[in-house]
């Protein structure tokens, strides 16, 4: 297990000038990654959020799995973003090696230390490049706990079974998988349920599913995993909702100003009536009668003996 480690902590480095590195475009004034179904940009900006989205999440969940774990030796985070989850799980479980796959590394993650030294990356803490459709640079049964959250995007519908299965082959028998993605918004406005419609039919276009959400556990169970259960929470999203619902907003806004550029080129929308819907989106945000609401959904199952 050492030599599996250590082998995987390789220097990495992302370029910071889109163009310069044949792996990204740049689009819509974003840079993305090129070849693959998953359409957020992969820059400073989106790290950011995903670490904001994980602030948020933690806080909802008061915490940042479900599943029973105890003193685990290997933790697998896939499609891990920011590092964010990965690190403050190698904090938390300090004797356990926590490994972060992603496609790219965050940009930030060339330097042993984030931030201005508040930010200290845990020793415990590696990343590899890997990319979950193609199969995990892993062998098999080589982690406890392997976690999984919001790769919806990223996921074609007909691959889904497969990515199941991926997961459970790095999996120890009795150790466990966690997913967690976002449903659909409840009780939007006409601005939120048509914006959030859009994204639906733009992914749709790229064979993902982006209303699958809710069926996380189902799927964990066809993959043969045991002891699967599922949990959901609401997100207020707007100003009726307080800070919560406030930070939700501000998340949503934020997708959707990534999004901008994909939808538009799709012919989904035009871009006018894209910038209706986005600026409809704010006022009913901002509306403190409103009752926009996510659902969350966090699942887990237990690999067989
Ligand atoms: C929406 S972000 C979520 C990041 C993190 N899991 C979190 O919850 O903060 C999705 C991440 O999955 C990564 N990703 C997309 N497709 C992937 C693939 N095929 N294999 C591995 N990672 C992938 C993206 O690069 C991105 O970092």
């Known amino acids: 297990m050492v030599t599996l480690f250590s082998r995987m902590r390789r220097p990495t480095v992302v370029l910071d000038e889109p163009g310069e590195d ?6 819509g004034g974003r840079r993305h990654l090129v070849a693959v179904p998953y359409p957020l940009p992969k820059d400073m900006s989106e790290i950011n959020r995903l670490d904001f989205q994980h602030y948020l999440l933690r806080t909802g969940f008061g915490g940042n799995f479900i599943a029973p774990i105890s003193a685990p030796r290997a933790i697998l985070d896939v499609g891990s973003g920011s590092g964010r989850w990965s690190m403050e799980a190698a904090t938390l479980f300090p004797a356990a090696q926590v490994v972060g796959v992603d496609l790219v590394p965050p940009a930030v993650d ?24 193609e199969g995990l640079p892993f062998p098999d049964a080589s982690f406890d706990f392997v976690h999984q959250r919001l790769l919806i995007t990223a996921i074609p519908m007909d691959r889904w079974p497969g990515v199941i299965a991926e997961l459970a082959r790095v999996t120890r028998p009795g150790g466990w998988v966690e997913l967690a993605e976002c449903g659909v918004p409840e009780r939007g406005g006409p601005g939120l349920m048509g914006l959030w419609g859009s994204w639906i039919e733009f992914l749709q276009r790229r064979g993902v599913d ?18 699967v259960r599922q949990q959901q929470l609401n997100f207020p999203m707007g100003d009726w909702g307080g800070r919560i619902g406030r930070a939700s907003a501000t998340d949503c806004l934020a997708v959707g100003r990534a999004l901008r550029a994909g939808v ?34 966090v699942a887990c199952g237990q690999r067989g003996v």
């Not at 044949?22 to 689009?27: A, D, E, H, S, V």
């Not at 060339?110 to 490049?129: C, E, K, M, W």
């Not at 035009?270 to 009668?289: C, G, I, S, W």
């Open 210 to 227: 982006f209303a699958l959400g809710h069926t996380i556990g189902q799927r964990l169970s066809a993959g043969g995993f045991a002891n």
């Open 22 to 27: 044949k792996r990204f475009r740049l689009f």
């Open 264 to 297: 538009i080129a799709a012919g989904v929308l035009p871009e006018p009536e894209y910038d209706r819907l986005f600026a409809l989106t704010e006022q009913e945000f901002a509306n403190k009668r409103g009752g926009g609401a996510l659902p969350f959904y």
């Open 110 to 133: 060339d330097a042993q230390v984030l931030g201005h030294g508040l930010d200290v990356r845990p020793i415990n803490y590696s990343f590899a490049t890997g990319n979950i459709l």
